[in-house]
């Protein structure tokens, strides 16, 4: 309880405390996730409103905000109040988020159901929406949802998430990248490893996918030998000893290069258009990289991640597998053209990731509801 009072005694102190707040067309809630968005929408009356604590500086307060907080005091939590009576002062004619699992971003929608548009644009494979960790699949209430595909459709049908309007847009980071980095010709990598957090922050304790990612490593450095292959790994965390040391012990004698997790945007986008195969865990990186024309394998060495969470399967699928079973597929992959492999997928190509164009989706959608074209459904 003390420390509570403390957090939010110092939260208080850093915030910068303002009495009016301009009316605006648009509310990107949450700023995390928004910097896509924030671009498409850049000559629009928009507003990026910060949810999480650690991100807010700036708290409003208006003779209504705190006399709809002291009214429902007692139906909702404190910042749900101060949020939905937020929204209330703003105006807006869409709400939309790039964290389309926000709970609280789902009950806001629930309150202002036609009243208000609210869309969630998603931003990942929601393994989380698959294991329903904490029972947070009740809550979640999506008035219009623009997803990467029909899988995601199926997903969210089969989890019994509310969601009113699906529409299926692709991913917005897929667009972004493809117009940041269209002078693109080379494909300078033959492999582009996606690998996965290895370790737990600040510790040495290794996460669950530890010996998945590392067995599915051993047997492509078994296999690269005496090929000639250039090598690209994408990790998933900042530049590290620990980490770099690993790969140099798997890789050693190999042409390799490690892509390090940066602080600017889309550097591992750039790493998926200049490699030919892309391969990795499920993630959601190896189903964007659909969208620019790539060859495809997700290996699952040590079947950890159940195979109904991610659309991968046959062909571009490797579960449970011993190194005679890595070898025989590679020699496949290396053997087809890129036509001959689509051919041979389960599923068409826009399954695992719609090729839309995300920006140009989101801006027909956002100037039909400015237009007052748009129905709240």
């Known amino acids: ?43 629009k009356n928009f507003l990026i409103l910060s949810s999480r604590r650690t991100k807010i500086k700036n708290l409003y307060f208006s003779k209504k905000i705190i006399l709809f907080i002291l009214k429902n005091f007692f139906k909702r939590k404190i910042k749900l109040n101060y949020m939905i009576a937020l929204i209330e002062e703003i105006n807006p004619k869409l709400v939309i988020t790039g964290i389309d699992n926000s709970v609280e971003f789902s009950k806001l929608a629930r309150y202002y159901y036609k009243k208000k548009i609210f869309v969630a644009v998603q931003a990942a494979n929601r393994g989380d929406i698959f294991g329903n960790y904490g029972n947070l699949n009740k809550n979640f209430f999506i008035p219009f949802y623009f997803c990467f595909s029909e899988f995601d459709i199926k997903l969210f049908k089969k989890k019994k998430i509310k969601v009113k309007n699906y529409l299926i847009a692709g991913s917005l980071k897929n667009s972004f990248c493809k117009l940041k980095y269209n002078n693109l010709k080379r494909e300078k990598y033959d492999i582009c490893f996606v690998s996965k957090v290895l370790w737990k922050p600040n510790s040495d304790k290794k996460t669950f996918l530890y010996e998945n990612i590392t067995k599915s490593l051993k047997f492509l450095a078994k296999y690269a030998r005496n090929k000639n292959f250039k090598i690209l790994i994408q990790s998933k965390t900042k530049k590290n000893k620990k980490e770099k040391n690993l790969y140099k012990n798997i890789f050693k004698g190999l042409k390799f290069t490690i892509d390090w997790k940066k602080q600017t945007h889309h550097s591992s986008y750039k790493s998926i258009m200049e490699s030919s195969l892309i391969m990795g865990a499920p993630s959601t990186l190896l189903r964007e990289a659909y969208f620019f024309d790539k060859k495809i394998l997700c290996c699952d060495s040590l079947k950890t991640i159940d195979s109904n969470s991610h659309p991968f399967k046959g062909i571009n699928y490797l579960s449970n597998f011993n190194y005679d079973m890595f070898e025989k597929r590679m020699n496949q992959f290396f053997s087809l053209n890129y036509r001959s492999y689509l051919k041979k997928l389960d599923n068409p190509k826009n399954f695992y990731m719609s090729d839309t164009d995300t920006i140009q989706f989101i801006k027909k959608f956002v100037k039909k509801i400015l237009s007052n074209q748009a129905k709240i459904k």
């Open 1 to 43: 309880m003390l420390k509570d009072f403390k957090n939010y005694l110092i939260f208080f102190i850093n915030c910068k405390i303002l009495f009016s707040i301009k009316k605006k067309d648009i509310v990107i809630y949450d700023c995390v996730n928004s910097y896509e968005l924030s671009k498409l929408l850049e000559h």
